[in-house]
């Protein structure tokens, strides 16, 4: 039987369709003697069995995209993760991540595990990731996600070389509360705030910074009947520090994000942030 001819413009729509190397794709098409559905198969399957030997790799690169609706009222934020920074400054390796995002914004699915398991681009998110590690040659993986919903408007922000990015919730629309909420989101990828107020911080976290007030002021030699207060007073330090609206505005330390927010209208409030960071 003789080896079946494949055209360039073959390989080129395969290649178009997968992000598959040129040769890769021509070795596809022939195994599957000029199918196309096979050769998209053929891929897959090389992309399973690279997954399976990079199961255990660490994806500590990437690139995190944040995007909102048409009408500001929803918006996600997701990392896409692979191996090596050579990857994540890839054009396509950007691109796929972004079109990851649209998917997500569309459907708007509540958790991780449901992102992956979306429709995209005629198999799922999860399958597609797997179908490009056979691509790349590292572990890829959609590693984080989150989403916002507003009645007002939601604003995102992706920071320099897609290294963080960040959806800010407001309680008001329109253009107005656009750069607030800009500042407000470069303020939480600079200041990487553990919380919106005080009454975000979970319980574990207040136990631990207590714990560890304590720890300090023993070390410091302060008399036991002190070592609470001391603690209390370590425990406002931390709401100050890592918490958003208490904390210092960067672009103007005499406030802080909350008097930010009212010197534009003091109405104006953040009501919940969503941050991805590498690193």
């Given at each position: 039987?003789?080896?079946?001819?494949?055209?360039?413009?073959?390989?080129?729509?395969?290649?178009?369709?997968?992000?598959?190397?040129?040769?890769?794709?021509?070795?596809?098409?022939?195994?599957?003697?000029?199918?196309?559905?096979?050769?998209?198969?053929?891929?897959?399957?090389?992309?399973?069995?690279?997954?399976?030997?990079?199961?255990?790799?660490?994806?500590?690169?990437?690139?995190?995209?944040?995007?909102?609706?048409?009408?500001?009222?929803?918006?996600?934020?997701?990392?896409?993760s692979c191996e090596t920074?050579?990857?994540?400054?890839?054009?396509?390796?950007?691109?796929?991540?972004?079109?990851?995002?649209?998917?997500?914004?569309?459907?708007?699915?509540?958790?991780?595990?449901?992102?992956?398991?979306?429709?995209?681009?005629?198999?799922?998110?999860?399958?597609?990731?797997?179908?490009?590690?056979?691509?790349?040659?590292?572990?890829?993986?959609?590693?984080q996600y989150g989403k916002?919903?507003?009645?007002?408007?939601?604003?995102?922000?992706?920071?320099?070389?897609?290294?963080?990015?960040?959806?800010?919730?407001?309680?008001?629309?329109?253009?107005?509360?656009?750069?607030?909420?800009?500042?407000?989101?470069?303020?939480?990828?600079?200041?990487?705030?553990?919380?919106?107020?005080?009454?975000?911080?979970?319980?574990?976290?207040?136990?631990?910074?207590?714990?560890?007030?304590?720890?300090?002021?023993?070390?410091?030699?302060?008399?036991?009947?002190?070592?609470?207060?001391?603690?209390?007073?370590?425990?406002?330090?931390?709401?100050?520090?890592?918490?958003?609206?208490?904390?210092?505005?960067?672009?103007?330390?005499?406030?802080?994000?909350?008097?930010?927010?009212?010197?534009?209208?003091?109405?104006?409030?953040?009501?919940?942030?969503?941050?991805?960071?590498?690193?």
């Amino acid at each position: 039987m003789s080896e079946v001819k494949i055209s360039a413009a073959e390989v080129k729509k395969l290649r178009d369709q997968t992000g598959a190397g040129m040769m890769d794709c021509k070795k596809a098409l022939t195994e599957a003697e000029g199918d196309y559905e096979k050769a998209i198969d053929y891929l897959r399957k090389k992309g399973q069995k690279m997954a399976g030997k990079r199961a255990d790799r660490e994806a500590k690169e990437g690139v995190v995209i944040a995007v909102t609706s048409d009408n500001s009222k929803n918006g996600v934020v997701l990392r896409l993760s692979c191996e090596t920074d050579f990857v994540s400054k890839n054009e396509d390796f950007i691109n796929l991540a972004k079109s990851f995002a649209d998917t997500a914004l569309k459907a708007l699915p509540d958790t991780l595990e449901e992102l992956n398991a979306l429709t995209h681009d005629g198999t799922t998110i999860a399958e597609k990731c797997t179908e490009q590690i056979g691509v790349i040659g590292e572990k890829i993986e959609v590693s984080q996600y989150g989403k916002l919903e507003s009645s007002g408007q939601v604003v995102p922000y992706i920071h320099m070389g897609y290294r963080a990015g960040v959806i800010v919730a407001l309680n008001q629309d329109g253009e107005n509360a656009v750069e607030p909420g800009k500042n407000v989101a470069m303020q939480v990828a600079a200041m990487k705030p553990v919380a919106l107020d005080k009454d975000g911080v979970d319980s574990d976290t207040i136990a631990r910074e207590i714990e560890i007030g304590k720890d300090q002021a023993r070390a410091e030699g302060k008399p036991e009947a002190m070592i609470e207060k001391i603690a209390m007073g370590k425990l406002n330090k931390f709401y100050k520090e890592r918490t958003l609206l208490n904390q210092a505005y960067v672009k103007d330390s005499k406030l802080n994000v909350a008097g930010y927010l009212q010197s534009i209208d003091k109405d104006l409030k953040v009501t919940a942030f969503k941050s991805i960071q590498l690193g």
